[in-house]
C-alpha cells in the first residue's frame, strides 16, 4: 500500500519563475494538506483540500493556490517566487475529520536562486 | 489562535537513558494532540495521538505521551533511548472546533543520543 507520494523530490528555479508541485494521497484518503517548513523551523500550514474545495486556509499569501483532483491528487502552485520561498514543501494525507492524523509524504525541496 | 511550546530546542541523552520532551498548548478547549518524528531528508512519521480517550498514550517505537489537562501538556516520553532514536520530533495539534483537521506544529526539538 503506498503512502504519500510527493514529485518532484528536489527543484531549483530562480525569482520570479512560478512552480507546480504534486502530491498522491494514500489509499483511501480524501483529504490533502500542504504545508511549508523552513530548515529549522516546524510545519507551516497553507491549505487544505477536501471535495476539490479549499477548505482551510493558512496566512500566506494568494501567489500560493491549490487543486485537488477528482481522484483527490493534488497540486500546490507558487508564483513570482521569492528567495523566502526557498522550503521543504510536504504533503499530508487524510481522512476527514478533525481527529483523524494526517501522514506525510518526503516533500519537494525547492531552492529559489 | 491556537499556539505549541516545545521547550528545549535541542535535548541530549545517553543511550539507554530516559528521554523526555516536553509539549505543551494553549486552548481553552483541549485539542487533539500529536507527536511526530522527522529522520533528515524525510516527511514527518506520526508517533502517536490523542484523541480524547485514555490519558496515556502509546506509540510506536516505545514511545508514550500523557495527556494532562490542568497543565496544557502532552509530554512524550521513552524509558530507554537508543542510537536510532535521534531525530526531530514535533508536537502538533488540531483545534476541535475547525472544520478540517489542520495541524499546528511546535518549533521542534532535535534529540541526540550519545554513545
Known amino acids: 500500500d503506498a503512502g504519500v507520494t510527493q514529485s518532484p523530490t528536489h527543484l531549483i528555479k530562480t525569482r520570479g519563475q512560478q512552480v507546480t508541485l504534486r502530491c498522491s494521497p494514500k489509499s483511501g484518503h480524501d483529504t490533502v494538506s500542504w504545508y511549508q517548513q523552513a530548515l529549522g523551523q516546524g510545519p507551516q500550514f497553507i491549505f487544505q483540500?477536501?471535495?476539490?474545495?479549499?477548505?482551510q486556509r493558512g496566512n500566506f499569501p494568494d501567489r500560493f493556490s491549490g487543486h485537488q483532483f477528482p481522484n483527490y491528487s493534488s497540486e500546490l502552485n507558487v508564483n513570482a517566487l521569492l528567495l523566502g520561498d526557498s522550503a521543504l514543501y510536504l504533503c499530508?494525507?487524510?481522512?476527514?475529520?478533525?481527529?483523524?492524523?494526517?501522514?506525510f509524504g518526503d516533500g519537494t525541496r525547492l531552492s529559489i536562486l | 489562535a491556537q499556539s505549541v511550546t516545545q521547550l528545549g530546542s535541542h535535548v541530549s541523552v545517553s543511550e539507554g537513558a530516559l528521554v523526555l520532551l516536553r509539549c505543551n498548548y494553549s486552548?481553552?478547549?483541549?485539542?487533539?494532540l500529536f507527536w511526530y518524528v522527522q529522520y533528515p531528508n524525510q516527511g514527518l512519521q506520526l508517533l502517536l495521538k490523542?484523541?480524547?480517550?485514555?490519558?496515556l498514550v502509546k506509540g510506536i517505537n516505545g514511545f508514550e505521551a500523557e495527556f494532562k489537562k490542568s497543565e496544557t501538556s502532552f509530554h512524550l516520553t521513552k524509558p530507554s533511548a537508543h542510537m536510532s532514536d535521534a531525530a526531530e520530533y514535533f508536537c502538533?495539534?488540531?483545534?476541535?472546533?475547525?472544520?478540517?483537521?489542520?495541524?499546528?506544529f511546535g518549533g521542534g526539538t532535535r534529540l541526540m543520543v550519545k554513545p
Open positions: 490523542y484523541t480524547s480517550a485514555a490519558t
Open positions: 502538533a495539534v488540531s483545534d476541535k472546533n475547525n472544520a478540517g483537521n489542520m495541524l499546528t
Open positions: 486552548s481553552s478547549v483541549p485539542p487533539y
Open positions: 483540500y477536501y471535495e476539490e474545495e479549499e477548505r
Open positions: 499530508a494525507s487524510s481522512l476527514t475529520g478533525t481527529d483523524q492524523p494526517q501522514h
